[in-house]
Nanobody, 127 residues
Framework: QVQLVESGGGLVQPGGSLTLSCAAS????????IAWIRRAPGKEREVVSC????????YYADSMKGRFTISRDIAKNTVYLQINSLKPEDTAVYYC????????????????????WGQGTQVTVSS
């Protein structure tokens, strides 16, 4: 049974940093792509970043380049999202999604439709 569990969210002051975790179970990361997306109140879902774990390629949405870093620990079956220089507009629920890359015909994981999602972790940036 595929399961994704996000953690690491919280209340942070502007300018601070957070590292979110996406712990996967029921599958091994090495053939899966993992994406981070966020949803803020009253706003559309935004893709933040993704990683093709088959080769470690990472991708970022244009608006997310610079302050976000996606990484992985294959041994822990976990993908991380580090966010630096947090801004109030980063306030959102952050979700991770997973899909077996072998089921998708292209490499760019930003364009994938993801099959599995976690429950999300709330990030609130406020002074």
């Amino acid at each position: 049974q595929v399961q994704l569990v996000e953690s690491g969210g919280g209340l942070v002051q502007p300018g601070g940093s957070l590292t979110l975790s996406c712990a996967a179970s029921g599958f091994t990361l090495d053939t899966y792509a993992i994406a981070w997306i966020r949803r803020a109140p009253g706003k559309e879902r935004e893709v933040v970043s993704c990683i093709n774990n088959s080769d470690g390629s990472t991708y970022y949405a244009d608006s997310m380049k610079g302050r976000f870093t996606i990484s992985r620990d294959i041994a822990k079956n976990t993908v991380y999202l580090q966010i630096n220089s947090l801004k109030p507009e980063d306030t959102a629920v952050y979700y991770c999604g997973a899909v077996d890359e072998r089921l998708r015909s292209q490499r760019l994981c930003l364009k994938y439709e993801y099959d599995y999602w976690g429950q999300g972790t709330q990030v609130t940036v406020s002074s």
